[in-house]
């Protein structure tokens, strides 16, 4: 699976409005040799997951800045558990308190990159991860 690309869709659920880091993150992961996937503005939940099952994605990439970080990860992760898609890697972006990462990290979220993270970090993330996924389904 070495010419696999890795395949990650980025979300902006609810009714924030701002795009730009979720485009920002996008465009790195694309120039990282990745296949995004940008939904784009006001997706709920089931938006998401049904695009990422759709386009058969190795990871979701959330971004947040309106607060409701705890109720929209807590959704797709049970909406990823209902279709049989867990497997599928979460992961995220915005302004998030300190104290809500453990929360986060239980829900099963994989990693949340807040501001002054860089996109390297990101990219760097999604590779190990991504690969690991593939070796736990013998797919590396």
């Known amino acids: 699976m070495e010419d696999r690309r890795i395949r990650v869709l980025?979300?902006?659920?609810?009714?924030?409005?701002h795009d730009r880091g979720a485009k920002v993150v996008a465009r790195a992961l694309r120039d990282a040799g990745m296949e995004v996937i940008y939904t784009g503005l006001r997706?709920?939940?089931?938006?998401?997951?049904?695009?990422?099952?759709?386009?058969?994605v190795d990871a979701i990439g959330l971004s947040v800045l309106s607060g409701a970080h705890m109720h929209y990860f807590r959704e797709v992760m049970a909406l990823?558990?209902?279709?049989?898609?867990?497997?599928?890697i979460v992961?995220?972006?915005?302004?998030?308190p300190d104290q809500d990462l453990p929360k986060l990290d239980e829900l099963g979220v994989g990693r949340v990159f807040t501001p002054g993270a860089s996109t390297e970090?990101?990219?760097?993330y999604l590779?190990?991860?991504?690969?690991k996924r593939w070796q736990a389904q013998g797919e590396a």
């Open 80 to 88: 990823l558990h209902e279709k049989g898609a867990a497997d599928i």
């Open 127 to 131: 590779r190990d991860a991504v690969h």
């Open 10 to 17: 980025i979300a902006k659920p609810g009714m924030d409005g």
């Open 43 to 56: 997706q709920t939940a089931d938006m998401i997951v049904n695009a990422a099952v759709q386009e058969d």
């Open 91 to 96: 992961f995220g972006g915005g302004i998030i």
């Open 121 to 124: 970090e990101a990219a760097d």
